[in-house]
């Protein structure tokens, strides 16, 4: 039987830095705020969550899905001439997720 074994949510392209939206803030929220008046030189995309099964971890797939978010996010930007810029939301205990993030 097929199954969805990991998931990632990514947020973006968002129309302000990471500093001009704490990770603690609700991230729908963010996507229903106004755009700023004027064009901005980058715009910001988060990964935001992020799941694996605990029988799927330890098989590259959280790790597959990590590159694939950064992609879009990447690839988002590169369609309207914007540089990238991302960041990833983690809880500090979570050394599991970290650990992946520092990879």
Request: with cysteine; net charge negative; proline share 10%.
């Amino acid at each position: 039987m097929d199954r969805i074994v990991s998931n990632i949510i990514v947020l973006g392209p968002l129309p302000f830095g990471p500093e001009g939206f704490p990770p603690a803030e609700n991230p729908w929220l963010a996507l229903e705020g106004e755009a700023p008046k004027e064009e901005q030189a980058e715009w910001y995309c988060r990964i935001n969550a992020m799941f694996t099964l605990p029988e799927a971890r330890g098989k590259g797939i959280a790790q597959a899905l990590l590159a694939a978010g950064l992609k879009y996010g990447a690839d988002e930007e590169a369609a309207v001439g914007n540089p990238f810029v991302g960041s990833i939301v983690v809880g500090f205990h979570n050394t599991p997720a970290r650990k992946l993030y520092e990879k």
